[in-house]
């Protein structure tokens, strides 16, 4: 049986292995394919449980292991080397781990479908982790400007105590790539001065468990256009399987 997963930290949020599982079912691949879960407290663990999982054809790497992986691989692609993060791992034939980054692909199709051709003038990026860098690469190739906004100044352009209306204003996309509002956590939303938001503003939340979050409940209320994670979830996930078996 050829198997295949999800590495992370904590994967009780995750829907990965339900998706994959209704896929095999679907396709008529139960009783060939497997999915699971595979948490580890640490991502030096990782060496091990390639080792160990028998007949492993590739995994997919979530938080907060997108860019600690990178160290345990041979090889990346180029998106991913450029973007310094990882999603996807292909088990080479010659047992060799390579890497690969299919959010981006998540990310296009979710920005198609959310703002199509619409100016968003400039975006505000929330978070700064590894979710953060597909995010920022499909902006620069779409020449939107972007302020990454964190709670360490260090670690982004502007804080979210700098948020004022004049920047709400003047970036109408924002894109949270933080778990703020995460499941079970689900009454939390990132700090911004949502009274400032309009019908010109799109926000796209890469969190998409629960479906609808504070965060786009919020944007909603405001009258912005508002999309979860799921559109990038599925296109990444099916980018993934066509890395796996190619």
């Known amino acids: 049986m050829k198997r295949y997963g999800l590495i992370g930290k904590t994967l009780g949020h995750s829907f990965s292995a339900r998706y994959f599982a209704q896929k ?3 396709e008529g691949l139960s009783s060939s394919c497997h999915y699971g879960l595979y948490e580890l407290s640490d991502i030096g663990q990782v060496e091990e449980f390639v080792r160990q999982t028998p007949n492993l054809v590739g995994f997919n790497v979530t ?3 997108k860019q600690q992986i990178i160290p345990y691989l041979n090889s990346l692609s180029e998106e991913a080397r450029e973007i310094g993060a990882v999603n996807c791992v292909k088990i080479m034939a010659d047992g060799e781990l390579k890497g690969y980054n299919t959010d981006v692909d998540g990310v ?7 703002i199509g051709s619409a100016d968003v003038g400039g975006a505000l ?3 700064s982790g590894g979710a953060s860098q597909a995010v920022k690469y499909v902006l ?3 020449n939107i400007p972007y302020l990454i906004v964190s709670r360490d100044r260090a670690k982004g352009d502007i804080t979210y105590a700098e948020l004022t209306h004049e920047v709400i204003s003047n970036n109408r996309l924002i894109i949270n790539t933080s778990p703020v509002g995460m499941y079970p956590h689900i009454d939390d939303a990132p700090a911004l001065p949502y009274q400032a938001l309009s019908s010109s503003h799109f926000l796209f939340d890469l969190v998409y468990n629960p479906e609808q979050t ?3 409940k919020l944007g909603s209320e405001a009258g912005a256009h508002v999309t979860s994670g799921l559109d990038m979830l ?3 996930a ?3 399987w066509q890395i796996w078996n190619k």
Do not use: N
């Not at 296009?108 to 959310?114: E, F, G, I, P």
């Open 214 to 216: 504070k965060f786009m």
């Open 63 to 65: 938080i907060p292991y």
């Open 24 to 26: 095999f079912e679907r």
């Open 140 to 142: 620069k190739e779409r």
């Open 125 to 127: 990026v929330l978070g």
């Open 238 to 240: 099916e980018s993934a």
């Open 108 to 114: 296009r199709l979710t920005l198609d479908k959310l």
């Open 234 to 236: 599925y296109a990444q």
